[in-house]
């Protein structure tokens, strides 16, 4: 149980374009959806935090015109990294909790791998 | 501001021998996950602890940890190449501006197993 489907696991696209990632929890409501941004041989920075049915908060130092999210339902999340250049090109990680208290852990998506050429 | 602290962030060891990760966390926290992490790939959980003294163990890993220090270990018993992986530590807290409990992750400890 609790899976989180991240899809597309790899995006090889142009500058300039951009790009959708969708997070799906498959066999739970997810009331809160993360997502996170690793760099080579680095941690996960968390971007922002999306609650169901509202707008999402992100983290000091990320723009919410270049990576917009949407959590229009309980299921579903999506970051859209909007006319990516080659410096968006990073390792992306969504996750999901059951509810907004800490005792459901989170569950983490496969990630998905953006190069912008 | 909450700071996780991981150590050592490399760790190259032979097949066989024993090692300890440490974490240390600046803030009184509710509880404490280790993942692992493969190569191109997402986290895998490992390990959640909850109270002061919990200790888990899963194959030839087990974790504990102790909230007065506010420290957690990972270790590692006879070490094999398969354990190769980054390992993270993170803490899970309420985050007031944000109204959720958020995950706060370590740098991580990048480990080489070697035969």
């Known amino acids: 149980g609790a899976v989180v489907s991240q899809h597309p696991s790899r995006v090889i696209c142009k500058s300039g374009t951009s790009v959708k990632i969708e997070c799906r929890s498959l066999d739970f409501q997810a009331t809160t959806m993360f997502w996170y941004r690793q760099f080579p041989k680095q941690s996960l920075m968390l971007m922002a935090t999306?609650?169901?049915?509202?707008?999402?908060?992100?983290e000091q130092g990320v723009e919410k015109d270049k990576f917009l999210i949407n959590h229009a339902s309980l299921t579903l999340s999506t970051l859209t990294v909007t006319s990516a250049h080659p410096e968006d090109s990073s390792f992306y990680i969504c996750?999901?909790?059951?509810?907004?208290?800490?005792?459901?852990?989170?569950?983490f998506g496969d990630g998905t791998r953006l190069s912008i050429l | 501001e909450l700071k996780v602290e991981q150590n050592p962030l490399f760790l190259s060891m032979q097949e066989g021998k024993n090692y300890t990760i440490y974490c240390n966390y600046s803030?009184?926290?509710?509880?404490l996950y280790w993942y692992r992490q493969d190569p191109g790939k997402s986290l895998e959980s490992l390990f959640v602890?909850?109270?002061?003294?919990a200790v888990k163990q899963e194959g030839r890993l087990m974790a504990s940890l102790d909230t007065k220090a506010r420290l957690s270990t990972l270790h590692i018993t006879a070490a094999v190449h398969d354990l190769s992986a980054t390992y993270f530590c993170?803490?899970?807290?309420?985050?007031?501006?944000?109204?959720?409990?958020?995950?706060?992750f370590g740098k991580g400890t990048k480990l080489s197993v070697i035969p």
């Open positions: 999306s609650n169901e049915g509202s707008k999402a908060t992100y």
């Open positions: 803030t009184t926290s509710d509880r």
């Open positions: 993170a803490v899970d807290m309420l985050r007031s501006g944000a109204g959720s409990y958020q995950l706060t």
């Open positions: 602890l909850l109270s002061n003294g």
């Open positions: 996750s999901a909790r059951r509810g907004a208290r800490g005792n459901q852990p989170q569950h």
